[in-house]
T-cell receptor
């Protein structure tokens, strides 16, 4: 069975602050992929990143960075110098080689960035 | 490029009525997924298709729900008869290939309200 836990249900920061969204996962699969999606107030789910279980290199894309640590089963997401437009619900998700095409989502973290 | 298209965007109906939600996946994608999002249960996978064939429908709540994919560019999710507890946002997503490692691209969702 797969499980994704996002312990932070809501985070509130002031613009320009850095913020880290936590994601912890459980899987018995030997090969798996981790994903982050963003759901802005408009409601659609936007794909942000995919990371496979064999690649533990951190990734940076502009103000976004991701830290994958297999030893702690975590795939955390950091937004540097947050902006009001970053306000959204962020979902971490997991797909494993024995789970077919099924994505298991975490419960989401609602990020509110105040001006 | 056109993304995943869903219609209608909003649907309000009365208990007992039939509801049909529609989805057009991204051209060339051969996996299609139906999800339901509620505050209580988060994002749940209802069913997914690969090459128009239903692969896993274990998430379909009950016999009132049915899904079809008559061709590669169209899928429907039908609820008959609808009940107030079916009120949710229903998302359709598609991905390239049948790999569990491929990212899924989501449509804008259909917000269903059953009175």
């Amino acid at each position: 069975a797969q499980k994704v836990t996002q312990a932070q249900t809501e985070i509130s920061v002031v613009e320009k602050e850095d913020v880290t969204l936590d994601c912890v996962y459980e899987t018995r699969d030997t090969t798996y992929y981790l994903f982050w999606y963003k759901q802005p107030p408009s409601g659609e789910l936007v794909f942000l990143i995919r990371r496979n279980s064999f690649d533990e290199q951190n990734e940076i894309s502009g103000r976004y960075s991701w830290n994958f640590q297999k030893s702690t089963s975590s795939f955390n997401f950091t937004i540097t110098a947050s902006q009001v437009v970053d306000s959204a619900v962020y979902f971490c998700a997991l797909s494993g080689n024995n789970a077919g095409n099924m994505l298991t989502f975490g419960g989401g973290t609602r990020l509110m960035v105040k001006p | 490029d056109a993304g995943v298209i869903q219609s209608p965007r909003h649907e309000v109906t009365e208990m007992g009525q039939e509801v049909t939600l529609r989805c057009k996946p991204i051209s060339g994608h051969n996996s299609l997924f139906w999800y339901r999002q509620t505050m209580m249960r988060g994002l749940e996978l209802l069913i997914y298709f690969n090459n128009n064939v239903p692969i896993d429908d274990s998430g379909m709540p009950e016999d009132r729900f049915s899904a079809k994919m008559p061709n590669a560019s169209f899928s429907t999710l039908k609820i008959q008869p609808s009940e107030p507890r079916d009120s949710a946002v229903y998302f359709c997503a598609s991905s390239l290939g049948q790999g569990w490692y491929n990212e899924q691209f989501f449509g804008p969702g259909t917000r269903l309200t059953v009175l």
